[in-house]
């Protein structure tokens, strides 16, 4: 795959410089450096060290990637929310792992993306999982074609400039309209599995906002401003309020058998078009019907 660039800076200034600030790391250059890729400058092949100038043309190749001979193609279908020549988002189904386990092998959201890349016939065939959801969480996950791809999203990723909003039906009557939950979150000392508000946890900020009341629930809107592991869920267990359906942080439901939560909205300045990318994952089936149970409770 190339990538293309313009320069339109007056000023000079390196092409490592500039690589850098396009979030290229320096283990991307590496493999473009290595393993078959390759820097220019107006056609004609550069080092990192090269001096760019106003109207120069960048083109950066990088090395065809090969699938992971471990994971198996699913020929399951993807509910695909946005696609270009960089990224694949796509509304995961509940049920369904975001990668492969030792309990989740061959039908997980990796095993599809893999599946749907050897349909296409893409070049670049390995698997680049930027966000996960819990098997039980439905909603919006993106995926990466490349691994420069990947890279970029990541950096955003880290920087808490990728806004993830969800959907959440907790099992108790919210009285505030809008508010945060600030509370540190670290492991459960008997499990590598759940987590716990505990005050050597890493700092987790959850912000909500009320959307309709119910007389025994509430529909909430949710933002994260960090991405801890289960922090939607060990946040709102936190307060007494757990999410409906969520047995691990809470009680197991008569009526609903997985934890009511959505990822249904992606926000970010896409790292290549530098456009702002927004995109909508729909509420589920079960999760209608559960909203209009509940409305007639």
């Known amino acids: 795959m190339i990538i293309e660039w313009k320069y339109k800076e007056t000023e000079p200034r390196t092409l490592k410089a500039f690589l850098k600030e396009k979030k290229v790391s320096k283990k991307m250059l590496a493999k473009v450096k290595f393993s078959g890729g390759q820097l220019q400058v107006n056609g004609e092949e550069v080092r990192v060290r090269h001096t760019l100038n106003a109207g120069d043309t960048i083109r950066m190749s990088i090395p065809i990637e090969p699938a992971n001979p471990h994971l198996k193609p699913s020929e399951k279908s993807l509910d695909i929310l946005f696609e270009d020549e960089y990224y694949l988002i796509v509304n995961k189904p509940a049920g369904v792992a ?7 092998r061959e039908d997980t959201m990796a095993n599809r993306i893999r599946g749907y890349i050897e349909k296409k016939q893409y070049m670049h065939k390995t698997v680049h999982v930027v966000t996960r959801l819990d098997r039980d969480t439905s909603g919006a996950m993106i995926f990466a074609k490349n691994a420069l791809a990947h890279s970029m999203i990541d ?22 309209n809008h508010s945060f939950i600030e509370a540190p979150i670290g492991r459960t000392t008997d499990s590598i599995i759940t987590r716990k508000v505990r005050i050597d946890g890493k700092p987790s900020l959850t912000e909500y906002w009320v959307e309709e009341r119910f007389n025994n629930a509430t529909l909430v809107k949710v933002k994260l401003h960090t991405g ?18 969520d047995d691990l942080y809470g009680e197991k439901s ?18 290549f078009t530098e456009q ?5 994952a729909p509420l589920p089936n079960d999760l209608n019907e559960l909203i209009e149970a509940l409305r007639g409770k």
């Open 276 to 280: 702002l990318l927004q995109v909508y």
């Open 254 to 271: 008569g009526y609903f058998y997985r934890q009511a939560l959505h990822c249904s909205e992606l926000t970010f300045k896409h790292p």
């Open 228 to 245: 801890r592991t289960h922090q939607i869920r060990v946040h709102f267990s936190h307060i007494d309020c757990p999410l409906l359906g």
């Open 155 to 176: 950096q955003n990723m880290r920087k808490q400039e990728v806004e993830k909003l969800y959907q959440v039906i907790i099992s108790d009557v919210m009285t505030e």
């Open 98 to 104: 975001s990668v492969p386990s030792s309990t989740h």
